[in-house]
């Protein structure tokens, strides 16, 4: 076994907010630059770029999750990651009936492509993937684990778009696999006063928008071989699988 | 002014009642963010909101709301009205969206 880097939480060109440098073939170069060994593909509510970024990383040694940042209808942003592509492609068409739709303004928002791996521009979405699904966070961890996915609520200390911002404490109904946490927070302060917290697993991670961030905030996963499986067991805590920070 | 007075000049819809409806609203806030809510808002306030997560029943028992009122034709799930019934919670709707709603109560207050 050895400890694999995590960069778990990588915006694309897809997301309106995502640079127009994080193409397939930047944010994988970026990633083997850094180190890391597992790269987490989270647009903004669309898994659409995720599937052909990890056909591209398994040819190069790179694990990449491939899922979603899903806005709730709380407006808190949870990162879901699918280990198929049968999963992707329903927890994408969940997404897609779900989805508040208003038409995307490039020029306020960004531009949302879907690319192929040469970087060409197959697909425009043309509603705005920073709009919230209809769905409660309760809906989409039930959907996530339907589907036998990793439900990680994103940056839980954020001041916006977090559990703590838009409920004010953690649910203790929810089945969490792990919590992401920003760079700025002690992880045993926030469980102290938050015991919901206590006992799981948190990762952090560089919530790229732009190139030059993609693997600069990791977590240490030690597993026993590159697989979704692995890890999750490592957050489970099982097998001597474990997070390591 | 007491709640069931507002209930009835408002136009509001009672989702769950309990003994709170006898009691003196004091003023109202209006907020999504639960963390806002937690921080600034008073004891006897109705808070107004479309948020409707369970935490809510939560957040409003803490602060000791006169009630919770939820805008724009949003209503709980059951489960949360079960829990605001066992809390003694009372939970109003309206499709009146926030800004309103917030605005014909601030009236009614006479604030």
Known sequence: ?245 | MKLKELIESAGLEIITGGTGLDRDVTGGYTSDLLSDVMGNSREGQVWITMQTHMNVIAVATLKEHAAVIFVSGNRPAADVAEKAVAEDLTLLATNDEAFTISGKIYSLLGK
């Open chain 1, 1 to 245: 076994m050895r400890v694999y880097r995590a960069d778990l939480h990588t915006h694309t060109v897809l997301s309106p907010c995502g640079d127009l440098e994080m193409s397939a073939r930047n944010i994988i170069d970026a990633a083997h630059a850094k180190e890391i060994d597992i790269l987490g593909i989270t647009d903004h509510n669309s898994t659409l770029n995720s599937q052909m970024i990890k056909e591209m990383g398994e040819d190069e040694g790179l694990l990449v999750l491939t899922g979603a940042e899903v806005t709730t209808r709380e407006e808190i942003h949870c990162l879901c990651f699918l280990e198929n592509r049968d999963e992707l492609e329903e927890f994408q068409a969940w997404i897609e009936d779900n989805i508040t739709r208003i038409p995307n303004s490039p020029q306020r928002f960004g531009y949302q492509v879907v690319v192929d791996s040469e970087d060409n521009i197959i697909d425009e979405v043309e509603y705005l993937l920073i709009m919230s699904l209809s769905k409660t966070i309760d809906e989409v961890e039930r959907k996530v684990h339907e589907l036998n996915g990793l439900f990680i609520p994103a940056h839980v200390d954020r001041s916006v778009n977090s559990i703590l911002s838009q409920l004010g404490f953690f649910p203790p109904g929810l089945k969490y696999d792990a919590v992401e946490v920003t760079p700025y927070t002690e992880f045993e302060t926030l469980s102290k006063n938050h015991p919901v917290i206590g006992n799981l697993p948190y990762i952090r991670s560089s919530d790229s928008h732009f190139l030059h961030n993609v693997g600069k905030v990791s977590t240490g996963l030690l597993l026993n071989e590159l697989s979704f499986s692995e890890i999750r067991m490592a957050l489970a805590g099982e097998g001597g699988r474990k997070v390591v920070h």
